[in-house]
């Protein structure tokens, strides 16, 4: 993946200055007024009202040789030998000075990072030709206040709107059909956008980080909705559409709960029928105390809980079977969990960093305890392990095998205890295992 990302996001690097000077190899400039032709000319305006030459001005970036770049009264323009086509790769990234551009009709496709980093472009008008927005093509442009996408247009690439922090009005095109990984992941301004109804795949982290969303409408033909599409829209309060929830503050799709309006709520109880609490659908719900979990729920994914720092209480229903990586990592608050029979597997971290917990009920069913399951509890003084024979641990696993508390007491199965004694690792504990009826 060319831009890494999850949650948080690689810092920008420096900005590229402005040119007074055209490329001398590429670009001639012309003291008469450039010859007009039909979508041969890009227009642009810089903060330093000087001219700026793109980062490459061959026929692969825009589809016609760079014939002239004036810059006269407070506009620059680039015209071009023929039409323009695109808006190649890297075509104008960095270009700090950057303020505003024209793209003309005939320009069918932004390319790759094409503005990326772009910090002083304000306006973008893009031609109604536009069908496709590469990865990244205006990530980081951060005064970039409002976009207005062409009904052509069928996909928004990956990253595209990245970090496009002053970015408040996005208007999708009726044609937009996908929407890619991250698009307008951390716009932490962007409060209205409605999604077209033709749209059928929002990719993961879609949204993610937009702290101004506060209500969103999911169109009823949606056939693949990503991975933390909405994670940290901390203002959410309501979801419409067929996916909705009755009380609005879920997205539930065949039985997976895959979006979560988190605004203003301590206490939650998730909607019966759902069997999968999805991944990262709750990550960094700080106000979120405690959560009700419907008997239906068999599965929950990596990162579900993911630093809700101060749920405390929650019951996990018998018909568990699966905890994913870092279910409840970070859950600081928590005392205590019973983890249901029907898990066979304690994956990595699923409960690591729990501060606060200080007792774990292991199920009858548990055959391996991944590293750093429970690693960073240190207030946990009670073990209680159902199963008859001990499962396979690694030593990373618990603090305990680390530097053993005094306190702790590992209970199990009366008629296992000298099992435990003699099994390695659960040997080094052999002075505090004990026997328990279950």
Not at 21 to 27: F, G, L, P, Q, R
Not at 54 to 74: I, M
Not at 355 to 381: D, H, N, Q, Y
Request: with cysteine; net charge negative; charged share 15%.
């Amino acid at each position: 993946m060319k831009k890494s990302c999850f949650f948080l996001f690689a810092a920008f690097l420096a900005l590229s200055g402005c040119s007074d000077s055209a490329d001398d190899n590429e670009v001639l400039d012309k003291d008469e007024p450039p010859v007009e032709f039909n979508g041969s000319q890009i227009f642009y305006t810089t903060i330093d009202d000087s001219k700026l030459s793109p980062n490459s001005s061959d026929f692969a970036v825009f589809g016609s040789n760079l014939l002239s770049n004036t810059y006269e009264d407070g506009q620059g323009v680039w015209t071009f030998e023929g039409t323009v086509s695109r808006i190649g790769e890297n075509a104008f990234k960095e270009c700090g000075c950057l303020e505003s551009i024209v793209i003309p009709d005939v320009v069918v496709e932004i390319g790759e990072d094409a503005f990326e980093g772009c910090v002083n472009l304000k306006e973008v008008s893009l031609g109604n030709g536009v069908t496709n927005i590469g990865q990244g093509a205006f990530s980081y442009c951060t005064s970039l206040s409002e976009i207005v996408l062409p009904d052509a247009l069928a996909s928004i690439g990956d990253f595209a709107f990245l970090q496009c922090r002053s970015l408040q009005h996005a208007s999708l095109g009726s044609g937009v059909t996908h929407i890619g990984l991250g698009a307008f992941s951390d716009c932490l301004n962007l409060s209205d956008i409605i999604l077209p109804d033709g749209l059928t795949v929002i990719g993961n982290l879609a949204f993610s980080r937009c702290m101004n969303l506060t209500n969103i409408a999911i169109p009823d033909g949606i056939a693949e909705m990503g991975v933390g599409v909405f994670i940290e829209c901390q203002n959410l309060t309501a979801f419409e559409g067929k996916f909705a929830s009755a009380d609005g503050r879920c997205i539930v799709m065949d039985g997976v709960l895959k979006s979560f309006a988190p605004h203003e709520l301590s206490a939650y109880t998730v909607p019966d029928g759902v069997a999968v609490i999805g991944s990262g659908v709750f990550f960094n719900c700080s106000l979120l105390e405690s959560v009700v979990l419907p008997e239906d729920v068999t599965v929950i994914e990596e990162s579900a809980f993911l630093d809700c720092m101060h749920l405390s209480s929650i019951s996990l229903p018998a018909g568990v079977t699966s905890i994913g990586n870092f279910a409840f990592s970070g859950c600081s608050n928590l005392t205590s969990i019973t983890i249901p029979d029907g898990v066979t597997e304690i994956n990595p971290h699923a409960f690591s960093d729990c501060m606060r917990l200080s007792s774990v009920t292991l199920p009858v069913g548990v055959t391996s305890i991944g590293e750093f399951a429970f690693i960073g509890c240190p207030k946990l003084v009670e073990l209680y392990c159902k199963p008859t024979n001990p499962p396979a641990v690694d030593l990373t696993a618990f603090d305990i095998f680390v530097s053993v508390p005094t306190s702790l007491q590992v209970y199990v199965p009366t008629a296992s205890v000298d099992v435990y004694k003699a099994a390695y690792p659960w040997s080094e504990l052999a002075g505090q295992i004990m026997g328990y009826d279950f």
